[in-house]
């Protein structure tokens, strides 16, 4: 008697469970590397305010960056950053653009309980609808030095409460034109993710909520907490010349005077362009000589010696941070050689950009 072979089972999909063994274990050598400083709270602590018909992703962004850079492994736990929802009406759900309703934590807790207070706005035509002790705590954080978060178009809200007169602010491409209607007294720019003005900080919504998110995680839980985040949430680590890039790289320069601050601004913002002090002085309404006298006093520096400066401050990162040759990197920060490049670099330096690289 023959028997007709049986074929064999067919063997349950893996859903890629066997190439995900080296992720794992890259996370896991992340979570093993000691921490600095041990201490009795979170490193990094975010109070958040919810407005009416906020935006879930922008919300989403924030704390889904703050949870995977907060304990080890995949668990959750507050361990390393914190964050709660706030509202003076802790029982009543907060509705969210896409009808979908969130759960505050609980009531107002003590700005200084928090490293950043953060609002996230809703809708244009919600902004008059949120309840007036929101605006209240943010002058109160304001004035106990916490600084204050603007997401999406929560830069309207702390516009509108003068945290942002004279100032940089990221605003989303969709709002810009009505946010410049509105406030006048602010230097709002588009290609951003977020800015960093020290005391205030702005970030245009969406995606670029994570950036943010990544960004203060490195500074506050150092670069591999950052890692993490990034890695878990599948965020490209990229180099490029958009503004955020640069910002980055060359780091925030803290200047009181607004003038010189948007000059400031205006060189990070064109770094790649050949700038003239007389322009840059147009676009501050000040003289050249006006500026440079400004210039001297705060950086000792003319403007085209801080030009020069800011730009091979982001060579130097590059050359640590990218695979470029130096003559890419030369013409990237706008010399018009390599050779231009490189003195300027060994002056500065006291190395070449090679040694740099290499040391």
Not at 118 to 126: D, F, N, P, T
Not at 315 to 339: H, M, Q, V, Y
């Amino acid at each position: 008697m023959s028997h007709k072979p049986v074929d064999p089972e067919p063997e349950a999909p893996s859903f890629g469970v066997h190439h995900q063994t080296e992720p794992y274990d890259f996370i896991d050598a992340i979570d093993r590397l000691p921490v600095g400083v041990k201490t009795a709270r979170p490193e990094l602590s975010i109070g958040i305010l919810l407005w009416p018909e906020f935006p879930l992703l922008a919300l989403a962004g924030l704390i889904d960056s703050l949870r995977h850079a907060a304990d080890f492994g995949d668990n959750s736990q507050k361990t390393r950053c914190s964050w709660f929802i706030m509202s003076p009406e802790p029982t009543k759900p907060v509705l969210s653009s896409s009808g979908t309703s969130i759960q505050p934590d609980g009531g107002f807790r003590r700005p200084e309980d928090f490293t950043y207070i953060a609002v996230i706005g809703g809708l244009l035509r919600s902004l008059g609808t949120g309840n007036p002790a929101f605006r209240d705590y943010l002058h109160h954080a304001a004035n106990a030095d916490v600084p204050v978060i603007g997401i999406c178009t929560g830069s309207f809200i702390l516009a509108e409460e003068g945290m942002l007169d004279y100032r940089k602010a990221a605003v989303h491409p969709y709002h810009i034109q009505d946010f410049q209607k509105q406030h006048r007294a602010v230097y709002a720019e588009t290609g951003h993710d977020f800015i960093d003005e020290g005391a205030v900080l702005t970030c245009a919504g969406g995606i670029s909520t994570i950036s943010l998110a990544t960004e203060l995680i490195r500074r506050h839980c150092g670069p591999d907490r950052a890692t993490k985040a990034i890695h878990q949430m599948s965020v490209p680590n990229k180099i490029d010349d958009t503004a955020i890039s640069v910002a980055r790289a060359i780091g925030f320069t803290n200047v009181s005077d607004p003038r010189l601050r948007r000059a400031v601004f205006l060189i990070e913002q064109s770094l790649l362009k050949q700038i003239s002090t007389a322009w840059l002085a147009d676009q501050v309404h000040l003289s050249a000589r006006q500026l440079t006298r400004l210039f001297h006093d705060e950086f000792g520096k003319s403007p085209q010696e801080f030009i020069r400066c800011t730009r091979l401050k982001y060579s130097s990162w590059l050359l640590k941070n990218s695979t470029e040759s130096i003559t890419e990197i030369a013409l990237r920060t706008g010399f018009s050689d390599c050779a231009h490049f490189i003195r300027h670099f060994q002056k500065e330096y006291g190395c070449t950009p090679g040694y740099w690289r290499s040391r």
